[in-house]
């Protein structure tokens, strides 16, 4: 068999995994898999690509806290109406395109829903009522839907009309492909004319096909329905020939059906009934008439809930012929409510459409970060960035903690993947380059399971991304070098800064609480300072969360700490030792990192502290001489 019709040429590791993946379903799930209909290749050039430390870092549909998906960008964009929906809006928040023309024609089609409030409106009510048009296509494949599976298709089926109706007069693209879909007319009518409204869940219970539909099937069920009928005449009959005025007809499970005679009335029992069960205050017997009725009662019965079965099964087999049908209707379906989803995202939420080239250029004015906005009591801040391929493609972001670097640094990177999944963006204007890749180092964490310190890690992930990012590539940087001394964690990033820059050429965003850092701007023309903006009033530090060109001087740590509950002795001793370090700043040049590092205990301050406690009055000329010598030769070792 050819597979060139499938686009298969060439993928042979990739034939032999799908071929081991559908004998595993075939031998372990023991179904029929009629609902599998093709086999496509799935190629990462097509897609902007995200390794899982940058998908979990960015929080796209599990949070970093709980792993839940509250508080992700599928919380934010998800108001999808059906199952499908939901699945495929998470398929496309998954995988980014990197084709220009698609996003265009996904973002138009959310803009022609998003203005239109009467379309909307149309499409939402009738979203509503769609049930999972993907999942029972695969149970009738599979031999396993049931009698109210049918008719969640029938009623599906039954909203198809009005969405071609309402979508009609729609000119984006997308839009008029989804109105072509299938309404499946002929499905829905097989269903309407053979299923019951009512019926049940299981094929053991009976009540399946609608009366009309069957002849054998209609008669055997008259035969049920008129049964009670013939036992009350039946039981009249025998009270007026046996003359025993309180004769009973009834029913058990054990026994089947019976007469009931009290003591008092055996004498009137007929020779023709014979005894099957004795009582206390009576007997029960059973005659050869209502033996025979039983029989044909039972007999009908069970012979229909069998043909029902039988029948139940022929339309199943019937309706799976048209699976392919459809699961391409589910797939349009699929991608409106997502469609929808983005617009009534957008429209909540006043995003504004992008727009999306190769330019390479991202500029963004007023942006916000989409999840955080929601979660905020307060307004959110709103802030600009603009880099590109030449003057701007490296940012060097410093400020203080808690000032908004880091939150800043993820918008951009959700406003980039929104814009590339079709969607608008939380701004007042965005103009998105298209980016082949998104890398994030931010925070810290070790893997003890694997034997790698926090450091470890931290490099693992800078390698990765210094290894496989392109020109066309997004890096967002939240520190480099905290696991460890100063001197190497400097000589880090400021390493990698100029290999990024110089080499890769990638759009970087970097947050450094290395202030000497910032010299690089002055160096490389590709280089910008941004610094996050604070407001120091009485002795304390007001965010303002504003990114503006420039540079911080203060990282403002010890404010946080007091901001987190340390002890107050804690702080005062904190800002004592900050005040004497900052008078031995770290130097740089050009060419050089010339790092002088001030310790916490400098051969300086001890001899002072010496001095200080040293008995002039209680030492001899000798003793103090020796003293000299002694401090002499420890400060030419220290220096």
């Known amino acids: 068999v050819s597979l060139e019709s499938f686009g298969l040429e060439g993928y042979t590791s990739g034939l032999l995994a799908a071929s081991a993946v559908l004998t595993f379903l075939e031998h372990t799930q023991k179904m029929n898999l009629k609902h599998i209909r093709t086999i496509k290749p799935y190629s990462i050039d097509r897609y902007l690509q995200m390794n899982f430390t940058t998908y979990k870092n960015l929080e796209l549909t599990e949070s970093l806290r709980e792993g839940k998906k509250e508080g992700t960008l599928l ?37 022609e829903i998003k203005e239109n409030l009467v379309l909307k409106e149309q499409i939402k009510q009738h979203l509503g009522t769609i049930y999972d048009l993907e999942r029972l296509a695969g149970k009738l494949g599979s031999g396993l839907a049931n009698p109210r599976d049918l008719l969640s298709i029938k009623l599906s089926a039954q909203m198809l009309g009005g969405i071609k109706n309402h979508l009609n007069a729609c000119k984006s693209g997308l839009l008029s492909w989804i109105c072509q879909l299938d309404a499946l007319t002929d499905v829905r009518d097989i269903i309407e004319t053979s299923i019951n409204d009512d019926a049940p869940a299981t094929i053991k219970e009976g009540n399946i096909i609608k009366s009309g539909y069957n002849t054998e099937i209609d008669e055997l069920r008259a035969i049920n329905q008129q049964g009670a009928k013939w036992l009350v005449n039946f039981e009249n009959q025998e009270r007026t020939r046996t003359g025993i005025k309180n004769l009973k007809v009834g029913f058990n499970k054990v026994y089947g059906y019976y007469i009931e005679v009290s003591k008092a009335n055996q004498h009137l029992v007929p020779p023709d009934y014979y005894r099957k069960q004795t009582l206390v205050n009576g007997e029960r017997y059973v005659c050869e008439e209502l033996k025979q009725y039983e029989e044909k009662l039972t007999t009908a019965h069970d012979r229909l809930i069998a043909l029902e079965a039988e029948m139940f099964e022929e339309i199943r087999n019937r309706l799976a012929l048209h699976i392919d049908r459809i699961l391409d209707t589910a797939n349009r379906i699929a991608v409106l409510d997502v469609l929808y989803s983005l617009a009534s995202a957008a429209y909540l939420h006043d995003y504004v459409m992008p ?135 400097l000589s880090l990033a400021y390493s990698v800064s100029e290999y990024i820059h110089e080499v890769i050429r990638a759009k970087t965003l970097f947050a450094t609480h290395y202030h000497e850092l910032t010299a690089l701007a002055d160096r490389y023309k590709g280089m910008i300072n941004l610094t996050v903006a604070v407001k120091e009033v009485d002795n304390s530090v007001v965010f303002l969360k504003k990114v503006l060109p420039g540079k911080a001087d203060k990282s403002y740590g010890i404010h946080v700490a007091k901001l987190a509950g340390l002890p107050e002795a804690v702080i005062n001793r904190s800002e004592e030792i900050l005040s004497g370090l900052e008078t031995k700043p770290v130097t740089f040049n050009h060419n050089n990192i010339c790092v002088e590092q001030p310790g916490l205990f400098s051969c300086e301050a001890l001899l002072l502290d010496e001095l200080k406690s040293l008995n002039l009055d209680g030492i001899t000329p000798k003793q103090a001489l020796d003293i000299l010598y002694g401090w002499t030769t420890r400060l030419k070792i220290e220096q």
């Open 75 to 111: 919380s934010t964009l998800d108001y999808c109406l059906t199952s499908m929906g939901k699945r495929e809006i998470k398929r496309w928040i998954d995988r980014p395109l990197m084709d220009v023309e698609l996003i265009n024609r996904r973002l138009q089609s959310v803009k």
């Open 355 to 489: 727009g999306v080239d190769y330019s390479g250029k991202i500029e963004i004015k007023s942006g916000r970060h989409p999840v955080v906005e929601n979660t905020l009591k307060s307004g959110f801040v709103p802030n600009d960035i603009k880099i590109d391929r030449e003057d701007r493609r490296f940012c060097l972001i410093t400020g203080p903690n808690m000032g908004g670097k880091s939150t800043f640094m993820r918008q951009v990177a959700l406003i980039v993947v929104m814009a590339q999944i079709g969607s608008f963006v939380p701004a007042e204007q965005a103009h998105i380059g298209v980016v082949d890749k998104i890398f994030t180092r931010v925070g810290a964490s070790d893997d003890l399971a694997a034997g790698q310190s926090t450091f470890m890690v931290e490099m693992i992930e800078v390698a990765s991304m210094l290894n496989n990012a392109t020109e066309s590539s997004l890096i967002i940087l939240d520190e480099i070098g905290r696991g460890t001394s100063t001197y190497d964690g």
